[in-house]
């Protein structure tokens, strides 16, 4: 299991004072009012960095980092994710997961049949989806509902699921 999460991604600066933009990558983009501190991943290294300041802006949140007081210290991170603790993370609660966790996991139906891979989980208003590369190397899409992904197992790295009438076709 990853230990850090992903809650941004750098866009771009913002003003000539050192802020970023950060496209928030978790469900709740307040979260970041609560951080003290992130994970900046350069691809290179990974630094922490102390959240001075929170503003939010449309679908965006803006971030002032301690020590970075300039546009040209901050805009090489552009395109950089913000990461942080799998104890700074929020509570889940029953039957929710991180996406992280769910990506790689085994798709079996109910009567024991391998089915796939859980590829990616999308996110859409009504309900989240999985993407299913399945054993024949099709792109299956389920929704993300009881009726359909009966048991999430993450000690076995498996997803049991029904396949509902109509998702093959």
């Given at each position: 299991m990853?230990?850090?999460?992903?809650?941004g991604?750098?866009?771009?600066?913002?003003?000539?004072k050192?802020?970023?933009k950060?496209?928030p990558?978790?469900?709740?983009?307040?979260?970041f009012?609560?951080?003290?501190k992130?994970?900046?991943?350069?691809g290179?290294?990974?630094m922490?960095?102390?959240?001075?300041?929170?503003?939010?802006?449309?679908?965006?949140?803006?971030?002032?980092?301690?020590?970075?007081?300039?546009?040209?210290?901050?805009?090489?991170?552009?395109?950089k994710?913000?990461?942080?603790?799998?104890?700074?993370?929020?509570d889940?609660g029953?039957?929710e997961?991180?996406?992280?966790?769910l990506?790689?996991?085994?798709?079996i139906?109910?009567?024991?049949n391998?089915f796939?891979?859980?590829?990616?989980?999308?996110?859409?208003?009504?309900?989240?989806?999985y993407?299913?590369?399945?054993?024949?190397?099709?792109?299956?899409?389920?929704?993300?509902i009881?009726?359909?992904v009966?048991?999430?197992?993450?000690e076995n790295?498996?997803?049991?699921?029904h396949?509902?009438?109509?998702?093959?076709?």
């Amino acid at each position: 299991m990853e230990n850090l999460l992903r809650v941004g991604v750098i866009s771009s600066t913002h003003g000539v004072k050192g802020e970023v933009k950060v496209f928030p990558t978790t469900d709740d983009a307040g979260r970041f009012k609560n951080l003290k501190k992130v994970i900046l991943d350069t691809g290179r290294e990974q630094m922490d960095l102390e959240i001075q300041g929170v503003k939010f802006f449309k679908n965006m949140v803006i971030l002032k980092f301690k020590g970075y007081d300039s546009i040209n210290e901050i805009e090489k991170y552009k395109g950089k994710d913000l990461l942080i603790t799998r104890d700074q993370a929020v509570d889940l609660g029953p039957d929710e997961n991180f996406i992280v966790d769910l990506i790689g996991l085994r798709v079996i139906t109910e009567d024991g049949n391998e089915f796939g891979t859980l590829t990616d989980v999308l996110k859409t208003g009504a309900n989240d989806v999985y993407e299913v590369k399945t054993t024949d190397g099709k792109e299956v899409l389920l929704p993300a509902i009881r009726e359909c992904v009966l048991k999430v197992d993450l000690e076995n790295k498996t997803v049991t699921v029904h396949i509902m009438d109509g998702l093959l076709d």
